[in-house]
């Protein structure tokens, strides 16, 4: 009966286009469904994100769910997740995307999901971790155990939409370390984000996991920004 007067009053909207949602329906209305922009990457495991690494940082496996555009779906969708508290778009990007990576060989010997993490003065600033609930949902349906411990981001920087190309680089490989024990040597990490960019934040988190001996890194992110 609550649900129903809340809905009454406040009825929910998608989160792509803000049209209101049939009963069926739920965050992302299926208008949005079939024209948001899915890379379809996890189909050729030679694809655009993996590129991205070489010869930067050795992957196993990267891929992201959509593309990214200016005023798109995916930048609407990824705008409320960061900074509208809407967590739980990352759960259904999270639910969605797992059914395509289940089928992934190289994701099978995966022992951790690991979020890129916040400093904690900017979590205390948002309240959460955008990318907690994809990682949870990715969790859940891979069966594969959620470590948001094991990487720490040592050093607060503003928000990195609002930085140039430069910006984001400069001195982003003394950001992020690892805690870790002998118990998480030889382990094969899955470095979750939510949009692929530059690589640069990506590469540093990566760098930090591959201290810990014998580690080896895939990616898996929600977008990845398509010029």
């Keep these: ?37 899915l890379t379809n990457q996890h189909i050729n495991p030679d694809n655009e994100a993996f590129k991205k690494f070489y010869g930067r940082i050795p992957v196993e496996y990267a891929s992201a769910l959509l593309y990214f555009h200016k005023k798109g779906i995916a930048q609407e969708l990824i705008h409320k997740l960061k900074y509208k508290g809407h967590e739980e778009i990352g759960m259904v990007l999270g639910h969605w995307y797992a059914q ?24 205390r600033e948002r309240g959460y971790n955008q990318v907690t609930t994809f990682g949870k949902a990715l ?36 950001v992020f370390d690892v805690s870790f024990a002998e118990k998480d040597y030889g382990k094969h990490f899955l470095l979750i984000d939510d949009v692929i960019t530059t690589g640069a934040t990506l590469e540093a988190c990566s760098r930090a996991l591959l201290k810990i001996p014998g580690a080896t890194i895939s990616i898996v992110c929600m977008a990845m920004a398509q010029s």
């Design 139 to 174: 969790s859940i349906d891979l069966n594969i155990k959620y470590n948001d411990s094991i990487l720490q981001r040592k050093v607060y920087s503003k928000t990195q939409s609002k930085k140039n190309l430069l910006g984001r680089t400069e001195g982003i490989e003394s």
């Design 1 to 37: 009966m609550f649900k129903y007067i809340i809905n009454l009053f406040f009825p929910p909207v998608c989160a792509g286009c803000n049209s209101l949602l049939s009963s069926n329906e739920k965050v992302i209305c299926t208008h949005c469904r079939h024209n948001i922009p």
């Design 100 to 123: 395509d990576l289940k089928e992934i060989a190289t994701l099978k010997t995966v022992d951790f999901i690991v979020p890129v993490p916040l400093h904690d003065r900017k979590y």
